[in-house]
């Protein structure tokens, strides 16, 4: 699994120019589970000489809920969903306070920005996000983002600030990604087990279906092993080199130490918008197509066609996520639909001159636009169930 010049692959963090680094929540807190001074201070330290040393900086950090746990007196993190909101609505002032201050010691401005991974899924939104810190970084200010916690939903449960951040690198076309954790690296299996081997470099052609890592967070956080590995796999899909070790070897891996796990990047950049699609996105419902249509959209890279349909599965309206599936439920694709699931089940096997003619010239569309389809390459088994 190792490459063949790692410490060259690893000066890439070093020298590049423009970097995402996330933190998680449970290297930023202390033994009762509050944000931790010293450590925020440790951390814009490391950022701040990747800052003066030319590199243009974007941190994503968790760490909102945590730091309003003791202004709202828990002793750890809430489980119902409404008081995590809270906590977030909370913490996050206090949280961006400190980061104010610290970085200020190191005559660094920062700037809040806070995101779901949905607002990167909308063209609008996306060119905006793209905008915004494009010109922050371009002015010299760190922005400092995480996920909008007081408004999210599945992101507070799953952990999104780890993929968030791996989207965030393809917006701004990061030179490499740092996802810093209280864990050093990846192992070939738990790090606690005796014999336990860390991996110190994945290769673009690497398969880590072998390698057993647990699925659960921290106390204080929500990300685990399984949600930074999907974070590397986005970003190095996208071209991004992404490196994993621990906050407290941070600046080793900067420069260029044998600690932590290193991916490879592969193949050309692709969009945060696809990255998504193939990766994060929550699909709403199924889409099932025939032989042809499977041909037409994975091999001749046409648009999705209601003569192709031949069943619709769940519940979801125009503009979400939906996955297309062969005739035996092998995901080929995922992508925005046009219709409703409503809608579908009357246009299945019609061509769209038919559908003119029958329902108006509102129906004389697609299903899926190519442009708003990624194609599965390591086709599977449809990973949600719908009624």
């Known amino acids: 699994m190792s490459t063949p010049n790692p410490v060259t692959d690893r000066s890439t963090l070093r020298d ?6 996330k933190v998680g929540s449970s290297s930023l ?58 906590a977030a609505a909370v913490g996050q002032s206090r949280l961006m306070a400190q980061y104010s201050e610290s970085f200020w010691k190191h005559s660094i401005s920062v700037a809040q920005v806070l995101l779901t991974a949905e607002d990167l899924m909308r063209r609008t939104q996306y060119n905006n996000a793209f905008r915004s810190l494009n010109r922050l970084l371009n002015l010299g200010v760190i922005p400092v983002v995480n ?44 790090p606690t087990r005796s014999g336990a081997r860390r991996i110190a470099n994945v290769s673009a052609e690497a398969n880590l279906d072998h390698v057993s890592v647990g699925d659960s967070g921290s106390a204080v956080g929500t990300g685990g092993m399984v949600t930074k590995l999907q974070a590397a796999s986005i970003a190095t899909d996208a071209g991004i080199p992404t490196f994993l070790t621990s906050a407290d070897n941070a600046q080793a891996a900067i420069d260029g130490e044998d600690v932590g796990t290193w991916f490879d990047s592969r193949g050309e950049r692709k969009s945060a918008r696809n990255a998504w699609l193939e990766h994060m996105a929550v699909s709403r419902g199924r889409i099932m197509i025939d032989d042809g249509a499977v041909e037409a959209i994975t091999v001749r890279h046409r648009s999705l066609l209601p003569a192709g349909l031949i069943g619709v599965a769940g519940t979801f309206e125009s503009g979400d996520v939906v996955e297309v599936v062969n005739s035996e439920g092998i995901v080929v694709a995922r992508g925005l639909t046009n219709y409703s699931a409503n809608e579908l089940p009357t246009m299945v096997g019609k061509s769209t001159r038919q559908l003119r003619n029958e329902l108006g010239p509102e129906y004389d569309r697609v299903v899926i636009h190519t442009d708003d389809a990624v194609i599965v390459k390591q086709t599977s088994l449809s990973r949600d169930h719908y009624d």
């Open 29 to 86: 807190t202390d033994g009762q589970g509050g944000v931790s001074i010293p450590a925020i201070d440790a951390l814009t330290r490391v950022v701040g000489q990747l800052y003066h040393s030319g590199a243009q900086v974007v941190l994503v950090s968790s760490g909102a809920i945590a730091a309003g746990f003791k202004p709202l007196g828990l002793a750890k993190r809430p489980k119902d969903l409404a008081t995590q909101q809270a």
């Open 16 to 21: 590049a120019r423009r970097i995402v680094v």
């Open 147 to 190: 996920e909008n916690d007081a408004v999210a939903t599945h992101e507070i449960r799953f952990g999104d600030n780890d993929r968030l951040a791996a989207l965030a690198a393809s917006v701004v076309k990061a030179d490499a990604l740092l996802l810093l954790s209280d864990v050093d690296a990846l192992y070939d299996g738990p």
